[in-house]
């Protein structure tokens, strides 16, 4: 049965929705085929036809996830702060939830063994996170504004990784009010 340009874009969508929060819930090794059809209602022939590969596809989702991610951090048409930011990402909420989260920390520490599309597509999310943030800094030189809001961004991504990372919830929370201490948010 032939499925129509809108019912393939639908597909596709719901493909990618479901791997985005997949890959930041289990890791891109630890997801399946198998998993992402099922969490997104469709058949392996719909992944492979919309994707080609099960590579491709993560390359896409990354790319959704550090897009979405960064808009739900700084929504358009809010006049963020950096303090704001800072008290968003260093969350229990955001902890908590990293299928919804920043992709920039859940798949981080897989990143060195993947391809270069992913790769790419990570660095690519990193660098427009960075430049998100570098807009909320003072810094009077562009060089200067751009090293800071790389700082910036590794803590607030190695501060969260950390959180999520121990199995002690007394300590996570210590990780991430140490974080926005740092960051100069300190309050929840």
Do not use: W
């Not at 969350?91 to 790419?120: I, K």
Request: net charge positive; charged share 25%.
């Amino acid at each position: 049965m032939k499925v129509s340009k809108e019912k393939s874009a639908e597909n596709r969508a719901r493909i990618l929705e479901a791997a985005a929060r997949l890959f930041r819930e289990r890791g891109l090794q630890g997801t399946g085929v198998d998993a992402l059809v099922g969490a997104a209602g469709l058949s392996h022939g719909s992944l492979y036809s919309q994707f080609g590969s099960k590579d491709r596809l993560a390359a896409e989702a990354l790319a959704a996830a550090l897009d979405s991610g960064t808009q739900s951090l700084l929504p358009p048409g809010e006049a963020p702060e950096l303090g704001m930011l800072v008290r968003r990402y260093l969350s229990r909420r955001h902890r908590d939830a990293p299928g919804g989260g920043c992709a920039l920390a859940a798949l981080g520490s897989e990143m060195p063994r993947q391809g270069p599309a992913l790769r790419s597509a990570y660095t690519a999310g990193l660098r427009r996170l960075a430049g998100r943030i570098a807009a909320l800094l003072q810094e009077d030189r562009p060089d200067a504004r751009e090293d800071a809001a790389l700082a910036t961004l590794a803590m607030l991504v190695g501060t969260l990784t950390l959180a999520r990372a121990v199995d002690d919830p007394a300590l996570s929370d210590r990780l991430l009010a140490l974080g926005r201490r740092h960051l100069g948010a300190a309050r929840d």
